[in-house]
């Protein structure tokens, strides 16, 4: 698990939702052929602007209706207005800054900033469970300035086999229409007419990876088409960046939630369209699916032992588990960022988590009383005997440490007639499994029921 998100609002169509929802991540800008690095890496200052409202990015007011549903035919993401929503993500720790987002928040809390890539950040590493809510934005009216080189930034003597395909794509555009808009779609038909693969054991490229996966191997995952299509994009003059994270989730109807795995990991693509600004554009997601191969996916995650989930009992527990784990998580992070936070402010308005935690260290202080009680004895003969004693001293009756079983015996019946013939039996049984020659099992089934059933 990667995180967890609990939405204001969950729409009806749960299904069709989170399989819409990318939470993105990390943004990639500089491309040295061979790999892509965030642009953060390539500078000698971290780059990046402390703002309280973001750009107007992937907005829908220059399209007309029918481009609107053009660009959603072609994988252009546009972001659509939306409602008063919000979402509240618990993020588990992994040591970075990074946060996740489904856009550029409208606001951010204290300890976040935005980088020049629109990635949300923190100040501290995620070293521990960390929540934080966000709103889901409106689209806005105005856009960001436009980018700089850097967007366009082409690597030397890498990709000419593709930068000639590129000059053969952009002939025959429509020159009374917008020409990014219309490459792009051009772009995405080219993957989905040509023999392309999804798969996520393709052939290793050695030299050049984008050549080889575009004009030989043809088969990648999520990251290869991304790569590929956004150095198609550089190649056409269209500013471009790779945006990663994780598409979709699982939905726990115990919590009403959703749980984003490592699992759900995946990469895409932004280019920048005139009057639009940034746009979500997956390549992947153009593959006909007789040409999307998963079989080698997750064989770990597999087995580990989840495969075995497939009963409608067994998946309503797993539910039920992750909702508590959910839950648990949501209280360390409440309590960690309380540290700032007038403590006892905080105790009164999360008293149930406090008592929670309070029944959950009890019950765990009693458990392990008691095992460590019975771990010391480990004869059950002497295990058994020991809880006829403890029933006898709850009735005034203590055994001495020097005191045989027959004394103790002789002188509890001595005082209570009345338990003699019991207190004799366990004796007599007890002393006979204890010091007699081959004890038989039934004398210590006979012994154990005789202490069971003893009422003093």
């Known amino acids: 698990v ?33 790999r892509w690095q965030s642009l953060n890496d390539t500078l000698s200052t971290p780059w990046a602007q402390k703002v309280t409202m973001a750009p107007g990015s992937q907005n829908t007011a220059a399209l007309s209706p029918r481009e609107t549903a053009a660009a959603r035919e072609s994988s252009l993401s546009i972001t659509p207005s939306k409602t008063n929503n919000e979402y509240r993500i618990t993020l588990e720790p992994h040591n970075n800054h990074w946060l996740f987002t489904l856009d550029t928040p409208s606001h951010i809390q204290e300890g976040f900033y935005l980088t020049a890539d629109d990635e949300l950040l923190s100040r501290e590493l995620v070293n521990q469970p960390l929540q934080y809510a966000l709103p889901i934005n409106s689209a806005n009216a105005s856009h960001p300035a436009v980018p700089d080189g850097r967007y366009l930034r082409m690597p030397n003597l890498y990709g000419s086999k593709t930068q000639l395909l590129v000059k053969r794509l952009q002939k025959d555009l429509n020159p009374d229409l917008p020409y990014d808009r219309q490459f792009v779609t051009k772009v995405l038909e080219y993957f989905r007419q040509q023999p392309f693969f999804y798969s996520k054991q393709p052939p290793l490229t050695k030299y050049d990876p984008v050549d080889e996966f575009i004009t ?52 895409w693509t932004e280019v920048w369209l005139q009057g639009l600004g940034w746009v979500r554009v997956d390549p992947t997601a153009v593959l006909p699916p007789h040409r ?17 989930w497939d009963s409608a009992a067994l998946v309503h527990l797993r539910a039920w588990l992750d909702n508590l784990s959910y839950h648990w998580y949501g209280f360390l992070a409440n309590v ?20 929670v935690l309070a029944l959950f260290i009890l019950s765990t202080w009693l458990a392990w009383r008691l095992w460590k009680r019975d771990a010391v004895i480990a004869d ?26 027959s004394g103790f015996a002789a002188r509890v019946s001595a005082q209570q007639p009345d338990w003699e013939s019991h207190v004799q039996i366990i004796t007599h049984l007890y002393n006979q499994l204890r010091y007699g020659r081959n004890p038989c099992r039934t004398a210590y089934k006979q012994f154990c029921r005789e202490v069971g059933q003893f009422r003093p």
Request: net charge positive; with cysteine; glycine share 8%.
């Open 292 to 308: 999307v191969d998963t079989s080698g996916a997750d064989q770990a995650y597999l087995l580990a032992g989840f495969i075995a």
């Open 380 to 405: 059950p003969v002497l295990r058994t005997y020991d809880h006829f004693c403890r029933k006898m001293a709850r009735q005034g009756f203590h055994r001495s440490q020097d005191e045989s079983a």
């Open 336 to 355: 960690l960022q309380a540290r700032n936070q007038n403590w006892i402010s905080w105790f009164f308005g999360n008293k149930h988590y406090v008592l």
């Open 216 to 267: 030989k191997t043809k088969t990648g995952f999520c990251e290869h088409y991304a790569s590929a299509f956004a150095f198609m994009m550089r190649a056409a003059g269209i500013p471009s960046r790779i945006a990663t994270g994780y598409l979709g989730g699982e939905y726990n109807a115990v919590g009403d939630y959703i749980v984003v795995r490592q699992s759900n990991a995946h990469a």
């Open 2 to 34: 990667v995180f967890r998100v609990e939405f204001q609002h969950m729409p009806e169509d749960k299904k069709a939702f989170i399989d819409s929802l990318y939470w993105r991540g990390p943004v990639f800008a500089y491309f040295d052929g061979q």
